[in-house]
């Protein structure tokens, strides 16, 4: 049974996949860091579910979640355990995992979709998709003591020192960029070389250096661009930079390769 004060499987599971809106991860988060071995707990669930998320292949975590829902179990947004989970940590990996995927078929008889081309070309759904999430941005504003997560289209000003997160909600490689009212393009992850970095699937991920904001005007807008597959960094880049010289660089999508997702994350200034 869990004492009092410490956190639960359920929710530590819920931490490990990013699986909360932001300030209720933050809390968790903050939470979990006051608990006697909280944060050892965590790290031991986020390696086994990265060794479990590369052992299993995605035919057989779909096999596997079919299976489970047939035998009726509730749905994972519910606290409690479903009947077919037991308190033991040792299985939370691998049922983290199998909730990392859900397979997508089409279904017999129904038409083709035609692709997507043009503006929405970068926003075609995935073949796997991880349960419920879809891949986000953390902005985190670094004060003296301890740092602010930002809401979306917060008010940020010259010499703010801001870390980047990501949850890739089981994405493999992206790219983390930036936009400026200054037309500026600011490449944040992969650090170096042509290839998209590669990703943590679960969890929230922070960037590991911090970015100040200089004084460009109206915005700074942040974007995520993910993929299942390793991808070049260069079209994402041409892409920024075509959207920066835009007047509309401040609402408009990136126009994107085929296969690759975007969210992006605004800052007002």
Do not use: C
Request: net charge negative.
């Amino acid at each position: 049974m869990n004492s009092p004060s410490r956190i639960p499987d359920w929710l530590l599971e819920r931490i490990a996949l990013g699986e909360l809106p932001p300030e209720e991860l933050a809390a968790a988060r903050a939470r979990l860091a006051q608990e006697p071995g909280g944060p050892e707990r965590l790290a031991a669930l986020e390696a086994d579910s990265r060794v479990t998320l590369e052992r299993l292949s995605p035919e057989r975590v779909a096999r596997e979640v079919d299976t489970r829902f047939r035998r009726g179990a509730p749905a994972r947004e519910a606290p409690a355990r479903s009947p077919w989970l037991t308190s033991a940590m040792g299985l939370v990996p691998v049922l983290a995992a199998l909730a990392l995927f859900v397979v997508v078929q089409p279904e017999s008889g129904s038409p083709t979709r035609e692709p997507t081309t043009g503006a929405l070309a970068g926003l075609e759904p995935e073949p796997t998709r991880s349960k419920g999430l879809t891949p986000r941005l953390e902005v985190h504003r670094q004060r003296a003591q301890a740092d602010e997560l930002l809401a979306e289209g917060a008010v940020a000003v010259a010499g703010d020192v801001v870390q980047l997160a990501y949850v890739a909600a089981g994405q493999t490689h992206g790219v983390i960029l930036s936009v400026d009212g200054r037309g500026s393009v600011t490449l944040h992850a992969p650090e170096h070389g042509a290839q998209a970095a590669t990703l943590a699937p679960s969890g929230t991920q922070r960037l590991a250096g911090a970015y100040e904001l200089d004084d460009a005007p109206r915005f700074e807008r942040f974007f995520l661009v993910t993929s299942g597959q390793p991808f070049d960094v260069a079209p994402v880049l041409e892409a920024a930079r075509t959207l920066a010289a835009s007047a509309d660089a401040h609402t408009a999508s990136l126009l994107l390769p085929e296969g690759l997702t975007q969210v992006s994350f605004t800052l007002q200034k």
